[in-house]
């Protein structure tokens, strides 16, 4: 039998002590953030909200803001053209046109460049951009341990010599073309120099947005530079929203919580934007190549080196995939028209190479080993592999993986067994399949501008080593611009017929915008920005 | 006291062993990741260098414990930010979504579950058992996704998703979070409905509550009155376990609605493979369901003045 126990004056007083504790924690928790402190951390505290503001959302969120210290596009996509700004940037065609750099010539001998930069550049700070400026980020992508993808551009740099403030001679080790498109990337990017210590963290650029609040993981919410020496954007406050999901990236822009939607990850949702009274859908082209990667099977360089630390392990991929046969009967066994419509709803379009249709040097190669799986079964038998187990190791991402298991069910009624193994994009997919090139097949999109030059790299994860294309492409990074485009082509050539990849489908850029919402650039010639700086709200 | 607070600090100790062990049992190399690909064995042996994951286990555990016990739990490999400056402005959105989805859970069970143990014999009880039998089948997340969809998408009453701090306003602040509530506090309160009821049950059928009945008092004010308090004790142990689960289904719900949270942070980060803020984030976790449960412990005795004395002895 239980007692009941009634209670007493102080055991109330106790209890309401003990309440007011858990009440106190619990405000503790709550409170944090609102006592005052300037904390501004959630999603743009600091902009008057009814400033002109233009939210877009986005999904590939940086893990720094230094656009220099990681690989990929995600660093630089809010940033550059916004907060950051290169010597020069391409415009719709290509071609480099002025930015920080009024003007430039190269030298007879295609190795010295000279850049004259705009006397009125300043940083956000109000310090001039100079030619020492110029001089201290080549040096510090050559002394410091940033993106090796930098390093290497910057390798090629052997002096920079500044001439006066605004004149500075740069000289590389040869000559090189592709060296000034790089320079309209991440590579070409000037930073304050009073900037480096914290670039993680802050921005310190010369762009017309500076930074207001970052929330990684959520947003980065950029202001309006009002000391801007250009042209000024038409906000006051521009944020990138990150999402991971698309369909709640979708439902934000339904319920008009997003004005723009920067690249349509689910694009069997477009129709739910018809509606041409609330919305534009922009349909371009960008410079991602989604890929069907191959491991070619040559060996990397390192193989042999008498360091233990620099030796790479022997190429762990499938031996077949030396085997031309073997690789064109993949390639000939994937119905790449009907992936398309099934991966990404018919959106984009079908290419032959590592060439986008807006690269200077394209060529239509779609029919170079096109669709015929008995032709496949054939080219199989006769390389002695009528049966096939090979690893299909694609990163953990939406396109991916439809992508995957498409490719698997292709390569299936061919005879090949393809055990697909998910890897998360960052870990372990950039070590183990990019770093180590532990894989047979493996699907990513490339972004990269010009990237046919990976097929000249034999340390490239592809393991594709023709010296053909390592010397063609070393030829046209030489020679003058219709050297460059008529070799390029040549190489992309060459590669399509060794059926060094599989090249699924190029990337639309695929905008959706507010109604009344312009200015937005069709083509994402530089996968790398979504540059604002000529959007405008009606 | 002073024992439970030995217990209260060993236990943190342990968990956070526990914690570093795991995470640098994950596989893959942040090093290689920050760099992306073509890093040279050099560069990667001077960005470990740089970030200090090169050194022996148990230096490296000694140093973040170390600087934890001064309140610096480090700085993200990625940004060099500060973890307790990630940390900071989440915690206003996952103690707002934990504490109010709670509550809502409460304000669910407590009447319903009540009614599914008085009228357990009649058609209300029965529906109450069926609703809550139901209510917890369904998922957080295709809650969350199905009240997107109508009260967002197609009403239009309330933001997809996304958070508007208190510092901005509580209407917003509000209208943000009536969602990712409602579907974290609805399942949870499905959950409670069936302890409650249990819990009532159990004091039906004590003498007391006969006594009660017996000196006229109606079944609903001899269950106030008595059987609350006497409920009380295992609710709250309940709540205490439940508080833990609610904090998991926060990191879920957190992600169908954009929440900037600790959970999303969480998730984010070992995806990442930025187990710096992993491990400052799951032991500020652990801290707080410990203290949790030492706040159980505690009301038990304010609950229970039996407790009071044996506690002492």
Known sequence: ?538 | MLARLGIFVASLLAASLVIFVITQALPGDVAAAILGFGATPEQLAAKRAELGTDRPFLIQYADWIGGVLHGDFGRSWYSDIPVATLIAPRLEVTSSLVLLGLALALVIALPLGAVAALERRQWQGFTTSALAQFGMAIPAFWAGILLVFVFAVTLRWFPANGYSPLARGLGPWASHLVLPVVALGAVQGAVLIRYVRSAFLEVLGEDYYRTARSIGWTRWRALARHGVRNAALSLVTVLGLQLATVIVGAIVIERVFVLPGLGSLLLDMVGRHDLIVVRGVVLLLVFVVLLINAAVDISYALIDPRLRTSGRA
């Open chain 1, 1 to 538: 039998m239980t007692k009941w126990a009634g209670t007493s004056r102080p055991q109330r007083k106790v209890r309401r002590m003990a309440v007011a504790a858990l009440a106190a924690v619990s405000m503790a928790l709550t409170a944090c953030t609102g006592g005052g402190t300037p904390t501004p951390s959630v999603t743009g505290a600091t902009v008057d909200p009814t400033a002109k503001s233009l939210v877009i959302g986005a999904t590939a969120e940086p893990a720094t803001l230094d656009p220099t210290a990681t690989d990929g596009a995600a660093g630089t996509q809010a940033l550059l053209y916004n907060v950051y700004e290169t010597l020069v940037k391409l415009d719709a065609e290509g071609h480099p046109k002025p930015l920080l750099a009024q003007a430039w010539n190269a030298s007879p001998d295609g190795l010295t460049y000279t850049f004259k930069l705009n006397p009125a550049a300043t940083f956000s700070d109000g310090t001039k951009v100079t030619a020492q400026a110029v001089a201290d980020n080549i040096a510090r992508i050559q002394n410091e341990n940033v993106a090796p993808k930098l390093k290497t551009t910057m390798a090629l740099v052997s002096s920079a010599a500044v001439v006066d403030d605004a004149t500075i001679d740069i000289t590389l080790t040869k000559p090189s073309v592709r060296w000034l498109y790089e320079m309209a990337g991440a590579a070409g990017i000037v930073m304050n120099p009073a900037g480096f210590a914290a670039a993680g963290r802050q921005t310190a650029g010369s762009g017309p947005l500076t930074l207001d609040v970052w929330l990684p993981g959520d947003s980065i919410a950029l202001k309006k530079n009002t000391a801007y020496w250009g042209t000024p954007v038409r906000f006051d406050a521009v944020t990138f929203r990150y999402f991971k999901d698309p369909g709640a990236m979708t439902a934000s822009m339904e319920t008009g919580q997003l004005d723009i939607i920067s690249n349509l990850q689910a694009p069997e949702t477009v129709e739910q934007f018809a509606d041409t009274s609330r919305f534009n859908v922009i349909q371009g082209s960008t410079d991602g190549e989604v890929t069907l990667a191959i491991n070619n099977g040559g060996e990397h360089s390192n193989v042999d080196d008498p360091d233990p630390e620099k030796r790479v392990p022997r190429n762990p991929g499938n031996p077949a995939l030396a085997d031309v046969r073997v690789r064109k009967a993949i390639t000939m066994a994937i119905d790449r028209q009907a992936l398309l419509d099934t991966v990404w709803s018919g959106k984009g379009q079908l290419i032959g190479s590592m060439v986008v249709p807006t690269d200077p040097f394209y060529e239509d190669l779609t029919g170079v080993n096109p669709y015929n799986p008995d032709e496949a079964r054939r080219l199989l038998a006769e390389a002695g592999h009528p049966k096939l187990t090979l690893r299909l190791r694609p990163a953990a991402l939406p396109y991916a993986s439809k992508a995957a298991q498409f490719v698997a069910s292709q390569l299936a009624a061919v005879g090949i067994t393809a055990t697909v193994d998910e890897l998360g994009f960052q870990q372990p997919w950039i070590s183990t399949v990019m770093g180590q090139a532990d894989y047979d097949l493996s699907i990513i999109a490339h972004v990269e501008p010009h990237d046919i030059f990976t097929f000249a790299n034999p340390n490239y994860y592809w393991r594709y080593n023709n010296p053909d294309v390592t010397a063609l492409a070393a030829s046209a990074d030489a020679g003058s611009q219709e050297q460059y485009v008529a070799e390029l082509k040549q190489a992309a050539r060459i590669v399509a017929e060794d059926a060094a990849a599989v090249w699924l489908f190029a990337l639309p850029n695929l905008v959706v915008a507010k109604q009344g919402i312009t200015g937005i650039p069709q083509n994402a010639n530089s996968s790398l920005s979504f540059d604002v700086t000529t959007i405008a709200r009606a």
